[in-house]
């Protein structure tokens, strides 16, 4: 059999954990049992979809490196790969059902239907249709169409009762009673279909074999199930994923932070730690081994080895293995992955290849995210003209005395003036000169040049940070802290 897997997001908003992660899973699934994997854009919701959504949607695992097979952009044997785009297959379908007695026409109006389900609610039970329009004759029809001439249409579900037993992947063996379902709408009076009957029309017409999904969608099977069976498609088999916590244990949401995969993106995680990540929320290989590359998950990656118990997101643990993919890139590959960030943040800025990969050797073992660069490099990046010391810093290490801070930089400036070449060995042993001359601790010394050089009192390490800088800029930025300080 070949294997066919699909994720099908709905276009309403941005691709999140969650999707991602059921994304992932599909695709190493069809990776591992050398099958495809198809994307389908469910956009059947016109008042919530947008194009930018979808766009946002393809990025986002286009930068994953989830490759599909089959889908926009790219076609494929069974398409269109939008819902938008499949009307016709979806009437043909519907035609079927009507025809073999599946479904029929339901003229009940939306304001009755909605008065049914307010009953209900009152006497505290489930709304349930109650099947008025079920077995109308056709005259009956006939008359009823010319009360309400755009039905609903609804599937007959079977009244012989019994249960839906499907085996799922995941959860293991699952029932659903049919009493508990009534004769569910599969087309609105508009002529659109339904989430359930798009779905098991597109699986079954794309032939997919399994069904990997969140298990939010679990309620719906018994429903699809039928429908399939309808339509006469062989039922996939299904796999139903445990939801997402945040570390309260709580259903994961922008309450915890970042959940979307594009703001995650823009925070300066990488790809390779987010699908590492990914992968671990709900699988392990063992009780050990937590790095995996793309490729390794794909050699490893079973459904057996799925837990149905829901998975707790873990900010910390995702910024470590982002700490040790950034390690694992070449200097050159992380310094093109900073570009952008560096431009987002100060446009366009003239960059010395060597000094940039200086800079980069410096930051690499202690970066948990490539914006953390980008804010600790400030004093290399900004322009001349634009560069300024944090005032609150500069006040913090003036509070206790202004004069001697003055002191200080100033018997810096003139050991700085001496430094010849102006090499990272020759700066500190001139500073060290300094510190051993004064009697103060090294940071008394050094906290001001930091400050005064980089703006901040964080910064790559200081030595190095001035011969990048280099010697006249160095001073000149020294220059300016002591007229702030005097100045105040």
């Not at 009940?108 to 505290?124: D, H, V």
């Not at 990046?381 to 944090?390: C, G, L, M, P």
């Amino acid at each position: 059999m070949d294997i066919r897997v699909r994720f099908a997001p709905s276009p309403t908003g941005w691709l999140h954990v969650g999707g991602a992660r059921t994304a992932l899973y599909n695709f190493l699934f069809a990776r591992r049992n050398k099958g495809s994997f198809i994307l389908r854009i469910e956009d059947t919701d016109r008042s919530r979809s947008t194009e930018e959504a979808i766009q946002k949607i393809i990025e986002d695992l286009s930068w994953l490196g989830l490759e599909w097979d089959e889908g926009p952009e790219k076609g494929g044997p069974f398409g269109p790969y939008r819902q938008t785009e499949r009307n016709s297959i979806y009437h043909e379908h519907l035609g079927r059902l009507l025809k073999s007695g599946n479904a029929y026409p339901c003229f009940c109006m939306p304001e009755e239907i909605e008065r049914q389900r307010e009953e209900a609610l009152k006497k505290k039970i489930s709304f349930r249709y109650n099947r008025r329009c079920r077995d109308l004759n056709s005259e009956e029809r006939k008359k009823m169409m010319k009360i309400n001439p755009t039905p609903a249409i609804r599937f007959k579900t079977p009244l012989l009762g019994g249960d839906i037993i499907f085996k799922d992947k995941v959860k293991g063996e699952v029932r659903f009673e049919l009493s508990h379902l009534d004769d569910f709408v599969i087309a609105r009076a508009d002529g659109t279909p339904t989430y359930n009957f798009a779905v098991v029309v597109d699986d079954g017409t794309m032939k997919i074999t399994h069904v990997i999904r969140g298990d939010d969608h679990l309620s719906n099977t018994p429903k699809q199930i039928l429908i399939y069976k309808a339509l006469g498609f062989e039922i996939p088999e299904f796999a139903h994923l445990s939801m997402i916590l945040g570390p309260d244990k709580k259903r994961l949401s922008k309450r915890h932070g970042a959940t979307a995969i594009f703001e995650f993106r823009r925070l300066g995680y990488i790809p390779e730690a987010m699908l590492n990540y990914l992968a671990l929320l709900g699988w392990s290989f063992d009780d050990k081994t937590t790095i995996f590359s793309k490729d390794e998950l794909i050699e490893k990656f079973s459904l057996e080895r799925v837990s149905s118990n829901p998975a707790v997101f873990d900010p910390e643990k995702l910024n470590w293995l982002n700490g040790y993919w950034i390690r694992q890139l070449s200097d050159e590959e992380l310094s093109r992955r900073l570009l952008p960030f560096i431009k987002e943040r100060y446009g366009d800025v003239s960059l010395d290849k060597q000094d940039f990969i200086k800079l980069v050797k410096l930051t690499k073992e202690r970066m948990k995210h490539l914006n953390e660069f980008v804010d600790w490099c400030y004093f290399y990046f900004v322009s001349k003209e634009e560069f300024t010391i944090d005032k609150k810093e500069l006040d913090k290490l003036a509070t206790s005395d202004r004069v001697e801070l003055t002191k200080i930089l100033e018997k810096v400036k003139k050991a700085l003036i001496e430094v010849d070449p102006w090499e990272k060995t020759e700066i500190e042993m001139k500073l060290r000169d300094v510190v051993e001359k004064t009697g103060l601790k090294a940071k008394k010394v050094f906290q001001p040049v930091r400050l005064a050089v980089t703006g901040r009192l964080v910064s790559p390490p200081l030595f190095e940070s001035l011969e990048i800088l280099k010697k006249k800029e160095t001073l000149t930025r020294i220059e300016k802290a002591l007229a702030m300080i005097k100045g105040n």
